[in-house]
């Protein structure tokens, strides 16, 4: 076979090593509630992006998605709350479609969650490319809940301070 008759199988192999290598993220990791904030920082090798005595945040990525990681703790010290969020702009049109695909990559491994709307807007007069604007305003929100065998897990399309976002948090199962 000429070299340039074997291009198109070598370009379609990469293709197909870049798709692997880019969901290599897509498994959720367990959360330790034992780690202290000490060993939360200690196990990153970046610099927090914020952090007082009860929050860290780190950059993250999150299914090939930028966003940020929280680590939660109680004036005691005890991890209470991890929290993967991304924020979207005042004009975003996409927050929705990109809810919809996080939520489809964690059912892969949590199983399939009915979504939860709270919505004070019309569905029937809202374009879908206006909800981001309505989810900012507080009129539109979406959630997903899931439970493993450590922690409760919702994924939420909410506003924090007028601005639309979704997060993923993780919080201990309750123990008696």
Not at 66 to 88: R, S, T
Not at 91 to 104: F, G, I
Request: glycine share 4%; charged share 25%; net charge negative.
């Amino acid at each position: 076979m000429k070299p340039l008759n074997l291009l198109p199988l070598l370009l379609l192999s990469l293709a197909y090593i870049a798709n692997v290598n880019a969901t290599g993220n897509s498994k959720l990791d367990a959360i330790d509630w034992s780690q202290s904030y000490s060993e939360v920082k200690q196990s990153h090798t970046t610099k927090p992006d914020d952090e007082i005595p009860t929050r860290i945040t780190y950059e993250s990525h999150l299914f090939d998605i930028e966003f940020h990681k929280e680590y939660l703790f109680n004036n005691d010290g005890k991890l209470v709350n991890v929290l993967y969020y991304k924020g979207f702009s005042a004009e975003a049109t996409n927050c929705v479609s990109a809810y919809e695909e996080v939520k489809a990559e964690v059912e892969k491994q949590y199983g399939v969650a009915k979504i939860v709307t709270n919505n004070k807007v019309d569905l029937a007069t809202v374009n879908v490319e206006q909800l981001c604007q309505s989810t900012s305003k507080g009129d539109y929100k979406l959630n997903s809940e899931w439970k493993n065998d450590n922690a409760n897990i919702s994924f939420v399309l909410d506003s924090w301070k007028g601005q639309a976002y979704m997060g993923l948090s993780y919080k201990p199962l309750e123990t008696h």
